[in-house]
């Protein structure tokens, strides 16, 4: 497991108890004793209006062929999650050296305000 990789993972619900099952990017490896990754939620519902701290994800297009997503997505950067490694069912694919460049930018300009 490393920072760039997409799993399908039990992602909780921001407003309400509960795990849904969802893809996400992984921004950490495991920390701790007890394992846990820092990831970044991806939905297939494209926003209205894109922030920033997004990345719209289109597995048409070669530089996200890697993810090996089903739909075009987006990566919301500012819908964080630690979890358990344990919650991480299956690897789907990864992000481009190039791709996680973006992210990462993103991410500290997120960070930063």
């Known amino acids: 497991m490393h920072s760039g990789e997409i799993y ?10 509960g795990m849904k099952l969802r893809p996400v990017l992984l921004l950490t490896g495991p920390v701790g004793p007890v394992p846990e ?5 991806i939905s297939s519902v494209i926003p209205t209006q894109v922030l920033p701290s997004d990345l719209v994800l289109d597995p048409s297009l070669p530089e996200f062929n890697s993810t090996n997503l089903k739909a075009v997505s987006a990566l919301r950067l500012h819908k ?3 979890i ?12 481009e050296a190039e791709v996680l460049g973006i992210v990462n930018r993103k991410l500290a300009d997120l960070l930063e305000r």
């Open 8 to 17: 399908l993972a039990k992602f909780p619900f921001g407003d309400a108890p």
């Open 37 to 41: 990754v820092l990831v970044a939620y």
């Open 80 to 82: 964080l999650a630690t």
């Open 84 to 95: 358990h490694c344990e919650s991480l069912i299956r690897r789907l694919g990864c992000l």
